[in-house]
């Protein structure tokens, strides 16, 4: 089936740990985006990649990194730079002013 | 700035009932985008709809129907008579104008719909 992808569901770690989160897609969108998602609030742009090899930062990009060597997967790395990385990360794939297609989300829970 | 409001958090509502979610929005641009999508408790978001700016005819899909009024900045989705289903936090967002290569959405801080037996 076609979607995006994300892995894992539940991802636990030390504070001061770096941690990769994964996201794939299969749709064939150019633009990938990585939205962070806490209680209560709507969700907030951390990184969005338009083609291979190019990526740009969104409102909240401090504490994280991401790469795009292939069209199909966006990684994103919480880094230990991260204050407060606990939340729920959504992955999106999207065409030009397309509606967006998100994945099923990683909860990040950092101790 | 862009700028998405939703001023409900929570909505409670009983089966059968209708239920209007607002949405009010800034932007300084005269061609965008609006969305709704919709985050059930397994957390993925659900596209509903996309309205162009320059399209203001209503919509109805089914229960769903949706009301853009430029003139107040406003784009309110309506369940009528809701289900339990129903039940899901609801997001409404502006997109980036276009011309800009960037597809990038701002979300409001979405309300959450609780449809009881």
């Known amino acids: 089936d076609g979607g995006i992808t994300q892995s894992p569901k539940y991802l636990f770690r030390k504070e001061g740990q770096n941690v990769t989160l994964s996201c794939e897609q299969n749709?064939?969108?150019?633009?990938m985006y990585w939205y962070r998602q806490d209680p209560g609030q709507g969700l907030r742009l951390i990184y969005y990649s338009q083609i291979v090899n190019d990526f740009q930062k969104g409102d909240i990009a401090e504490g994280y990194s991401v790469s795009r060597e292939k069209k199909e997967s966006f990684p994103l790395t919480v880094t230990s730079a991260q204050k407060n990385p606990t939340a729920f990360y959504l992955c999106?794939?999207?065409?030009?002013?397309?509606?967006?297609?998100f994945g099923n989300g990683t909860r990040l829970t950092v101790t | 700035a862009q700028k998405v409001t939703q001023a409900q958090t929570e909505i409670s509502v009983v089966e059968k009932e209708d239920v209007t979610l607002d949405c009010v929005y800034e932007t300084r641009d005269t061609t965008y985008y609006l969305f709704w999508y919709k985050q059930p408790p397994s957390g993925e978001l659900v596209f509903l709809i996309r309205r162009n700016s320059f399209d203001e005819q209503n919509e109805i899909s089914g229960r769903y129907s949706w009301n853009f009024q430029k003139s107040t900045s406003s784009f309110n989705f309506t369940i009528t008579a809701s289900q339990v289903v129903d039940s899901a936090v609801y997001f409404c967002a502006l997109s980036e104008p276009l011309g800009n290569q960037g597809g990038k959405l701002i979300f409001g801080q979405g309300t959450e719909l609780s449809v009881k037996p």
């Open positions: 999106a794939g999207g065409t030009y002013n397309s509606p967006l297609h």
């Open positions: 749709l064939n969108h150019d633009a």
